[in-house]
DNA sequence: TCTTGACCTTCCACCTGCTGGAACCCTTAT
DNA sequence: ATAAGGGTTCCAGCAGGTGGAAGGTCAAGA
């Protein structure tokens, strides 16, 4: 498979796929022609890194993942400890913007909307 | 003031107020000696941009809040589209994040998380 | 008066996770 | 022969800062 195969079959942009080279997930062979040549190893990787990634896992966590993934003897509970906390961290981001949202929709609700200059949103936001 | 006592009173970083300045918020008066004087206006407008981005607002809403701000003839209306445009964000993300957070705790509860090798959560992520 | 330590300054590089573009080579069909 | 549509490299840039080096300044204590 040349990288446009991979890139449709992953999901993941032909440019994203190079920079995950680039940082060293995946090490395709080359063509004569200096092309990338992919097996379906490499394309269930990619997969792999596409789908934790949407799922919010960062870079460094797809390494340590990739390596559970590829390690035959790890123990279940490693990965479930990483996604643990990965979770917790979701938690943690949707709290900060329910916060947020509350905070926000107080200064819209109170705020007429209209001609005036006076703002509700404005006058909070400057408080110091 | 000096920028310790500003970043102290604003909550900002030292190093984000000199950035601040960089990209054009703020431009205060150079004592003899090359350091920022800050007054009391120029603290609020840095307070000002502490929340807004604290509220998930970016650089560029700030820069028109902040004309907004400083703008005595404004309308509350536009001060109010941006603020539920910035609201329907914090929605979508989330959204998003809820999304995540129920894939990813339903593999958690699949995960034996013992010392065994077969785990639910690589082997749903290595799909393609 | 000297020295120490806490401030302040500038500048440059780096972070995450890509993305866009330029300039170029290779393949395939017409 | 040529044009379209692959592929390649490298360089620059996005947001929104942060870290560090190298140096100037100020105030207090010995």
Redesign the pocket.
Known sequence: M????VAERSGL????I??YEDIGFIKPRRGA????HFDEKELHKLAFIGRA?SLGF???DCRTLLALYEDKHRASADVKRIAKQNLKEIDAKIADLKAMRATLSHLVAECAGDDRPDCPILNDLGRV
Do not use: Q, V
């Open positions: 040349n990288i446009g195969d942009p032909a440019k994203t190079r920079y022609n200096g092309y990338r990634r960062t870079i460094e």
